[in-house]
């Protein structure tokens, strides 16, 4: 057991006792530490921790020196802004590691502190790393998370090392970076996206709800919960790769954006809490254990959703879907998490009696390989098998009813969407036979929620309230020299955008192109509509288009991808958390 975890036992331990150790009777006056008294407390505490008197002993001294510091650092950073950084020095030679405070502004870049850290201890070529993470040359200290009292380490390199980290660290953040700024971007176009272009070439997104109904929010959240859910499912793509620090930062954005969201609306959708649970996944894989207070209020916001959202004893799942077997997977990672942290806060005892109910679900949601086998020499998918005999609690014949079953729903709403689609493009293509452009027919026709007559008197409004506008646009296109009927056609073509309409007619030497204006072709009754009136004037690029399809890619092609765990993980941890707290309780013992 490490020193880092023999602390954690004990600073848990003196919460709980109300013991200050900075303080007298185990600080004197004069700010030395008292030794019968930390002895005394030793003795106390080492048959509860199961760690020897002599490790409580000095794990209590660096605690005390620590806290005593840190009283007066506290002082000082509130009087003069001054911070005291707590630095782990690499050994020299035979020295053990030592730790050493440091003290510094927060509004000075990495590269000026390894400067003071240099000048003052004698390193050359060193890089400094918080909470597992390497800090940036360029940015500031106070950027990167580094606050009064937060533990550095330094840790030694090669000069040649430091040319290969910093070359490599460069391209990994500029690959990362780059990464994020193109999975938002995708999904910002797909959340612009009304549907009023074809769905078949231009793809868009559609908050639903289980049974694919669409969910009615306004716009502004909805283009938020688009960013949200697609930041969320690349996070869980990453995740899936194990490359949690990666989808750590995809994870921490879906949030923001989660957050922007009216609090009605998460709490009414399971989605919130999922995320929830996958930050603090990511946050234990990472070892990040200075978020051990973020992961409480994160996990305990988890428990609220779920239970807001399943009802009492998941009563309100078990109506809408006939069991709760898939769901439970959460449930295992959610006490499993809730254990790891009960474990880390020093809490023995909720950590076991978690872990206990963790176990018992495991033996639960476990399956059967042979079972898994099975059903896909039926042909059904690996994936389909497992959420099958989860659902069906393992029952091989049940699991075969329910997988097909789900795959009649799944291609019934599929023809649904495809029949809802073809009725969506003839209603547009009926409002651009009445003179309206299809940006705009769209655009009403999902404002009046499909309602053709509805979306009709809506543009029917409008155009009144724009004529005035337009007219100014087309006066403008006149006033350049473009002929009245051409100039008209243009704006009508784009939209009334007129940089849009401007720029066609530039390009095309002031004419419109024949084709845009040409009739559309008749459309046999098997196939979908045809929208090649205007289909080739988007106002996507190539790139929006590789963009969109970049992160369409992760997005899961079944409704219940996040339910389907092999749970190999969840054993992995299982497994060391029991192993801890079993040695515990023998050392005790």
């Known amino acids: 057991m490490d020193e880092q975890h023999i602390q954690a036992r004990l600073i848990a331990l003196l919460r709980q006792d109300n013991i200050r150790l900075w303080m007298e009777p185990f600080t004197t006056d004069s700010g030395a530490a008292d030794r019968q008294k930390i002895e005394e407390l030793a003795l106390k505490y080492a048959p509860v921790t199961g760690f020897t008197v002599e490790d409580v002993m000095s794990s209590l001294e660096t605690i005390r020196s620590d806290t005593s510091r840190k009283d007066e650092g506290n002082k000082q950073f509130k009087e003069t802004s001054v911070a005291t950084l707590e630095l782990h020095l690499p050994k020299e030679g035979e020295k053990k590691k030592r730790k050493v405070p440091?003290?510094?502004?927060?509004?000075?870049?990495?590269?000026?502190?390894?400067?003071?850290?240099?000048?003052?201890?004698?390193?050359?070529?060193?890089?400094?790393?918080?909470?597992?993470?390497?800090?940036?040359?360029?940015?500031?200290?106070?950027?990167?998370?580094?606050?009064?009292?937060?533990?550095?380490?330094?840790?030694?390199?090669?000069?040649?090392?430091?040319?290969?980290?910093?070359?490599?660290?460069?391209?990994?953040?500029?690959?990362?970076?780059?990464?994020?700024?193109?999975?938002?971007?995708?999904?910002?176009?797909?959340?612009?996206?009304?549907?009023?272009?074809?769905?078949?070439?231009?793809?868009?997104?559609?908050?639903?709800?289980?049974?694919?109904?669409?969910?009615?929010?306004?716009?502004?959240?909805?283009?938020?919960?688009?960013?949200?859910?697609?930041?969320?499912?690349?996070?869980?793509?990453?995740?899936?790769?194990?490359?949690?620090?990666?989808?750590?930062?995809?994870?921490?954005?879906?949030?923001?954006?989660?957050?922007?969201?009216?609090?009605?609306?998460?709490?009414?959708?399971?989605?919130?809490?999922v995320l929830q649970l996958d930050i603090v996944w990511c946050y234990q894989a990472l070892e990040q254990l200075d978020c051990l207070n973020d992961a409480r209020q994160r996990l305990a916001r988890a428990e609220e959703c779920f239970q807001r959202c399943y009802g009492e004893q998941q009563s309100r799942l078990r109506l809408i879907k006939g069991h709760t077997g898939g769901e439970d997977v959460l449930f295992l990672r959610l006490y499993l998490l809730q254990s790891v942290l009960a474990y880390h806060e020093g809490n023995k005892n909720q950590a076991s009696h978690k872990l206990k109910e963790v176990e018992h679900l495991f033996g639960q949601l476990y399956l059967d390989p042979d079972k898994i086998m099975q059903l896909m020499t039926l042909g059904f998918s690996e994936q389909d098998a497992r959420l099958g005999l989860r659902a069906c609690r393992g029952d091989l014949p049940q699991a075969v009813d329910h997988i097909t079953q789900r795959k009649k729903e799944r291609k019934e709403m599929k023809e649904r969407e495809r029949e809802k689609r073809r009725r969506r493009l003839q209603d547009i293509n009926t409002l651009v036979e009445l003179g309206y452009s299809k940006r705009d027919a769209g655009r009403a026709l999902h404002q009046a929620r499909g309602d053709v007559d509805k979306a009709y008197n809506i543009l029917l409004d409008g155009t009144e309230a724009q004529s005035s506008d337009r007219q100014t646009k087309l006066d403008q296109l006149v006033s350049y020299g473009f002929p009245l009927d051409v100039a008209d056609s243009a704006l009508r073509l784009m939209g009334d955008d007129l940089e849009q309409a401007t720029q066609m007619l530039l390009d095309h030497q002031g004419a419109v192109p024949p084709e845009l204006l040409s009739p559309s072709p008749p459309s046999s009754s098997s196939e979908e509509p045809s929208t090649s009136s205007d289909c080739t004037v988007s106002s996507s690029s190539p790139l929006d288009e590789e963009l969109v399809n970049e992160v369409l890619e992760d997005i899961p092609r079944h409704e219940e991808d996040y339910l389907d765990v092999t749970l190999d993980e969840e054993q992995e941890l299982m497994i060391q958390i029991r192993s801890r707290l079993d040695k515990q309780a023998t050392s005790s013992g």
Do not use: W
């Open 102 to 273: 440091l003290k510094t502004k927060l509004d000075i870049t990495t590269q000026e502190l390894k400067k003071q850290i240099s000048e003052e201890f004698g390193f050359k070529h060193f890089n400094l790393i918080l909470s597992g993470k390497k800090l940036a040359l360029g940015m500031r200290l106070e950027e990167q998370n580094v606050k009064n009292n937060s533990k550095i380490m330094v840790l030694n390199v090669s000069s040649e090392e430091v040319k290969n980290e910093m070359r490599e660290d460069e391209e990994k953040k500029r690959s990362q970076d780059e990464g994020v700024q193109r999975t938002q971007k995708g999904f910002q176009i797909l959340s612009e996206r009304d549907g009023s272009e074809d769905p078949a070439t231009t793809p868009f997104l559609e908050i639903a709800d289980q049974k694919g109904n669409p969910l009615q929010i306004p716009d502004d959240e909805r283009k938020a919960l688009i960013l949200a859910m697609g930041f969320h499912e690349k996070g869980r793509a990453l995740m899936k790769k194990r490359d949690h620090s990666v989808a750590l930062c995809h994870l921490l954005l879906a949030d923001e954006q989660f957050n922007k969201c009216n609090s009605a609306l998460l709490n009414t959708v399971d989605n919130y809490a």
